[in-house]
């Protein structure tokens, strides 16, 4: 199958094995970002990632990758593993997916922009706009709460919460963390402090708001992206 005739915005979403040993290490889920603006999700059976940089070449295990920006310039890819950069070219010509629907597809680096882990902290970025309210039976209210989020120059997720739900109407993300397609961070809300945990799905940011006080309630909570702009077909 042509994947190219697929649209210009695809996202498939399926296992990625990355370096995968003989002890049998779990299995990740690897995001790829297209030139074309498509979004695809692949097994990926590498093991090593060589980077050509001016002090020589690295050999970096996949296992320890977060994130691989491509760039159109010489010798200017960057590799994130443990939260550090790293700049030079990654010796890398294909990739190479394995995907339920599509069967095997092949990917040359020239039309790659980028390779997250998980659903990647760039499926999180922009503004996030909705309520949160309370659980059934715990009460009527429901406050506003936005969330304008974007990735540092370390491929970190980072923030701010405003709205009638913040404390002081906004405040930063705490702890931010993204695992799988969850994004998991700590705010101070007008009752308390909150564990905030919400789920990427369906274009929606959806999940719930925990007091560190047990004796206030939980919220439960639903974002949508300002532009209500679809992010994409899941198959």
Known sequence: MDMWKLGTTLVVLITVAGAANADGAANDTFRVTLRDGSLISGTIDVRNLK???PYGMLTIPFQDVLMVEFSEEKNQDKLIAARMPIVGRVEIEELALKNKHLGKVRLARQHIVRIERGTGARGFVGTWRGKAADKPGEGISQRSLELELKVNDRGQLEGTASGDFVEGGEAELENPEIKANWLQFEIEGQTGRFRI????????LQG???PFDPDEDACDITLEPKDAAPRGLSI
Do not use: G, H, P
């Open 51 to 53: 980077v050509r940089t």
């Open 197 to 204: 945990r919400l789920e990427l799905k369906d274009s929606k």
């Open 208 to 210: 719930e708001a925990i």
